[in-house]
Nanobody, 124 residues
Framework: QVQLVESGGGLVQAGGALSLSCAASAPTFSRYVAAWFRQAPGKEREFVGAISRSGGTTSYADSVKGRFTISRDNAKNTVFLQMNSLKPEDTAVYYC?????????????????WGQGTQVTVSS
């Protein structure tokens, strides 16, 4: 069992930046692919990006590519999401998730463990 706790959400103006963190309880965190998803009111949960177990490979949704960056620190059991040039359409609850295996899956199904989410609101 892996417990994930997100932090860093908040309110920011369009064009601004936020940094999210996700702390994992698992001492074997480096064995898990990690990802960020988001869910806006009335919409399905959507993929934001994922990072490989070593951190050497990342994948992003087209909507955030070039603006968001995922990184991880396995020594601290933490994955990060740096969000720049934020837009009102980025407003959502952001979730951290992890899975065993190596594929940077872009759908929620393959992910085994989820955090409780953190709200990000971007005002226009």
């Amino acid at each position: 069992q892996v417990q994930l706790v997100e932090s860093g959400g908040g309110l920011v103006q369009a064009g601004g930046a936020l940094s999210l963190s996700c702390a994992a309880s698992a001492p074997t965190f480096s064995r898990y692919v990690a990802a960020w998803f988001r869910q806006a009111p009335g919409k399905e949960r959507e993929f934001v990006g994922a990072i490989s177990r070593s951190g050497g490979t990342t994948s992003y949704a087209d909507s955030v590519k070039g603006r968001f960056t995922i990184s991880r620190d396995n020594a601290k059991n933490t994955v990060f999401l740096q969000m720049n040039s934020l837009k009102p359409e980025d407003t959502a609850v952001y979730y951290c998730a992890t899975r065993t295996g190596v594929t940077l899956a872009a759908t929620p199904g393959p992910y085994d463990f989820w955090g409780q989410g953190t709200q990000v609101t971007v005002s226009s």
